[in-house]
Structure formats: structure tokens, C-alpha cells
């Protein structure tokens, strides 16, 4: 059962990112829901792209979004299934500093409720790259509803306990403004 401490909650700088070679800004439906869900937590989207699925122009968006101080959380969505085309992974896992192995385990284990033995089939993965989270989850919107209802939510919530994400950003972007001076 997840416990709320009643500390002011913390809101964090997050960039959503579709990996897509169908989806248009005008049809991204779960870009879409990740970012108002984002909003609708406290968070704020500071970033936002749709790349085709190729590991070039994700590793370009990402690397860009990991260099900047401004960004502490990156969802992607898309490209994590086992079609030929789908590189995200492959993309993301050559940048990554530390994986978060739990994430995707528990993804799938949520997952499998919702739909069965397919889930196998789903390569979400998680992990921090330069002090920043980066969350890969599957294109569909319900999919990214499960991760951002299951486990995303509480994890970016600063006042979740025992543990959360969310301190660890903000105690990282305090640690980057005394650098700066500010």
C-alpha cells in the first residue's frame, strides 16, 4: 500500500518523448495523455518531441534533453516492442549511467493483469542517465496509463513513502543551483 507524507509536494521538469513512424503531433494520443497527466500531477513538461524510430535520431533528442539542467525526468513512449523497427531500448540503453531494473519487471508484472502473456513482448526499461530519470514506455495510451497510474505517479511524487524518485531529483537540482551560484 503506498503512504503520502504531508510535505509540500515537489513538481519536476519532465520531457515527454513519442517514438513513432505514424504517429503526427496531431494523432499522439499518448504523448498527449503523459503530458497532461504530467500537468495534472504538478508536474511541468519542458520538453516535448516526437522522432520516427530510428536509434540516431532518438539518441540526438535524449542526449540533448540529458545535457540540459532544466530537464529531470524524460517518458518516452514508443518503439519497445519486438518489431523490426522498434530501436528504443537499443537507443536508450547505450546512454544510460545506472539501469532500473525494477522497472520494467514491474511494469510487465502489473501488465500481465491487464493483458495476459503478451506483456512478455513489451521492453520497457527505466533508468538515469547525467542525474536525469528516463522512463521507456510501450506507444499505446494504455499502457502508459498503467506505468503512470501503477508506478510513475507515486514515484515522482515527493511526499510517496518509504522511497521515491522525486527527493532524489530535488536534492540533485539544489545541489546544480549552489554550483551556479544561485
Known sequence: MSELKDDKKVSLACAVLTVSDTRTAGNDTSGNWLAENLARDGHDCVRRDLVKDNVYLIRRVLSDWIADPEVQVILITGGTGFSHRDCTPQAVTA???????????????????????????????????????????????????????HILREQLDSRHKPCNFASHLSKVKEALMKDRGH
Open 95 to 149: 546512454l544510460l549511467d545506472k539501469e532500473i531494473p525494477g522497472f520494467g519487471e514491474l511494469f510487465r508484472h502489473i501488465s500481465h493483469q491487464e493483458i495476459g502473456s503478451s506483456t512478455i513482448q513489451s521492453r520497457a526499461l527505466a533508468g538515469v542517465a547525467n542525474d536525469t530519470l528516463i522512463f521507456c514506455l510501450p506507444g499505446s495510451t494504455s499502457a502508459c496509463e498503467t506505468a503512470w497510474k
